[in-house]
């Protein structure tokens, strides 16, 4: 079956470290995104890439960084210069940019 | 930018009523999606919609594109514990190159 894998589900880091989330996607989309999503809150786009060796800054992309080297694989790192990392982290794949997300189950990040 | 503004922000009703909620901009939208979010889970695609006037149903949902094309109808009949989450409305943002999402309503049940 197709979709969208985010692993792990829950991560604990400590203050200082980087910390790289994984998010693998077998639907053949070309467009995936992450966002960060804090608790009672909407969703904050960090970053997104439209095709291979190309993405794009959101509106907190402050303290992340992405790669995406494969069409199947967006993985985003959390810097020790993101001040308030601990949060759930969503991300998404869409077969166009623009078109209806498939999302995967999130990783909860949890900064001690 | 593009905003879609949802209401109410949050909703508490007891099983078995029934449910309401919109979500509206100030530009216009040629697609209007509606997510639900289960908790610690990421969103899931309901409906969506493409033409205005248009009139969707899945099961107990139906949603609704505004003639006007600047706001979009989410109703939840006979709601059951299960309706319980977060629902998103969102549409393509300008450029369509990613899509813009509301802030969403969060509907609790009372059994």
């Known amino acids: 079956d197709g979709g969208i894998t985010q692993s792990p589900k829950y991560l604990f880091r400590k203050e200082g470290q980087n910390v790289t989330l994984s998010c693998e996607q077998n639907l053949n989309h070309d467009a995936m995104y992450w966002y960060r999503q804090d608790p009672g809150q909407g969703l904050r786009l960090i970053y997104y890439s439209q095709i291979v060796n190309d993405f794009q800054k959101g509106d907190i992309a402050e303290g992340y960084s992405v790669s995406r080297e494969k069409k199947e694989s967006f993985p985003l790192t959390v810097t020790s210069a993101q001040k308030n990392p601990t949060a759930f982290y969503l991300c998404a794949s869409s077969i166009l940019p623009g078109n209806g997300y498939t999302f995967g189950s999130g990783t909860r990040l949890t900064v001690v | 930018g593009q905003q879609l503004n949802q209401s109410p922000q949050s909703m508490f009703i007891q099983e078995g009523e029934d449910v309401s909620m919109n979500c509206t901009s100030s530009s216009i939208f040629n697609t209007w999606l509606w997510y639900k979010q289960d908790p610690g889970e990421g969103p899931v695609l309901l409906i969506a919609?493409?033409?205005?006037?248009e009139l969707t149903s899945n099961g107990r949902l139906t949603a609704q594109f505004g003639i006007t094309r600047k706001d979009s109808f989410l109703n939840i009949s006979a709601s059951i514990p299960s309706d319980v989450g977060i629902y998103f409305c969102a549409g393509p943002g300008q450029g369509a190159q990613k899509l813009v999402f509301g802030q969403g309503t969060r509907l609790t049940i009372n059994p």
């Open positions: 919609l493409y033409k205005a006037g």
